[in-house]
């Protein structure tokens, strides 16, 4: 290292990195919001979506901003999601752990990596999606970096850095496609019994009874997916039919033998007593963030990642149930949980699993 670097305290460069990540968490925030939203990363300029003012630079600036307005809009007063100021210190967290865990080459590809987990995380928990952006370019920034960076894969050779990241990446998405697959056909079909005939509504956007209410994108994760019910009444506009059995997919509504496409369908009432629901245990999104997962740490980190992953996402669950007594039906999603596994393997998990396998080796 250069002389004159070497004299600058570790405290600076510490400093520095939580900085550059407080600032890097803002930018985050931006994808957060505006990625599921398919919107522009880079236009409009920050704003509020209440009021609709563009946000000064004095009043973005990451973490102290939203503590000196007491978490508000200083043109409206509307809140302002604690979870931008959590964004911005979670990331500069993470910055200094590792800038002052790893080697500066190794240190700029899981700085890279950190924020693409951050992202995929914040959109799941919100929107129980992960875009494609965040998965596939997992995958791309994952090869990539392992082949100018090969010590990423504990390679030597920059040809065997991007090797083992494509074959991460394949042992991921191969490993949880399978567990997918498995899930569905034990677990592929959610049935509602009602105590009562019970009305329940179909329009183009998703499906309606009681307090309850499902997005189609929430329900079909595949073509071959469909809701299933036999009903003993049905209006559509002007037309009722006294008894048929209904079937939906993604792109129709069945009635009997006549067929409504579902983009135009309007709403259909029908009653029944009961629904079949198709269900996924994870969405396909969590299959492609792993692969993402898979590039950047390697084929040696995906078991450790799914065991980890589904400990920590059933203790969540499980403590959810308790604290808000809800049941087994309610959705979660596992993306977070993907992701705090991938950080425990990078920071320590790595060892971990070495001293686990050794012990099961005797």
Same mark, same amino acid.
């Given at each position: ?62 973490? #102290? ?16 999601? /604690? ?9 500069? #967290? ?55 960076? /090969? ?75 469909? #809701? ?46 009961? #629904? ?87």
């Amino acid at each position: 290292m250069n002389p004159a670097l070497e004299a600058v305290p570790s405290w600076f460069w510490t400093a520095a990195a939580a900085v550059l990540g407080a600032v890097v968490g803002s930018f985050l925030n931006v994808c957060i919001h505006r990625m599921p939203r398919n919107e522009s990363l880079v236009r409009p300029r920050s704003h509020c979506p209440g009021c609709g003012t563009t946000i000064s630079w004095f009043d973005n600036l990451p973490v #102290l901003s939203w503590i000196f307005l007491g978490g508000k809009c200083r043109g409206c007063g509307m809140r302002i999601s /604690p979870s931008y100021a959590m964004v911005e210190t979670l990331t500069a #967290l993470l910055f200094v752990a590792i800038w002052r865990t790893f080697a500066p080459a190794e240190a700029f590809a899981y700085a890279i990596f950190a924020c693409l987990l951050i992202v995929a995380t914040f959109i799941d928990f919100e929107h129980f999606i992960i875009p494609d952006r965040i998965t596939l370019g997992s995958v791309f920034a994952g090869v990539v970096c392992s082949g100018f960076i /090969p010590s990423l894969q504990n390679a030597e050779r920059h040809s065997a850095g991007a090797f083992w990241s494509l074959a991460g990446a394949a042992a991921g998405y191969a490993t949880l496609w399978t567990v997918v697959e498995i899930g569905k056909k034990i677990f592929g079909m959610k049935r509602v019994e009602f105590p009562h005939p019970t009305e329940v509504f179909l329009t183009p956007e998703g499906l309606r009874f009681g307090d309850e209410s499902e997005r189609w994108e929430e329900i079909f994760s595949r073509e071959s997916d469909a #809701l299933r019910f036999g009903a003993i009444g049905i209006r559509l506009g002007d037309r009722s039919w006294d008894q048929a059995h209904v079937r939906v997919n993604w792109k129709e509504v069945r009635v009997g033998d006549e067929v409504f496409p579902l983009e135009t369908l309007g709403e259909l009432m029908a009653v029944t007593k009961r #629904l079949e629901i198709p269900r996924e245990a994870m969405g396909r999104g969590d299959v492609k963030f792993l692969a993402g997962i898979g590039a950047f740490l390697g084929p040696q980190a995906i078991f450790f990642v799914i065991f980890a992953s589904s400990v920590l996402g059933s203790a969540f669950g499980l403590l959810l149930m308790l604290l808000a007594k809800r049941g087994w039906g309610f959705k979660i999603p596992y993306g977070p949980y993907l992701a705090a596994a991938a950080l425990l393997w990078i920071f320590q998990g790595a060892n971990w699993w070495a001293v686990w396998a050794r012990g099961l080796g005797g």
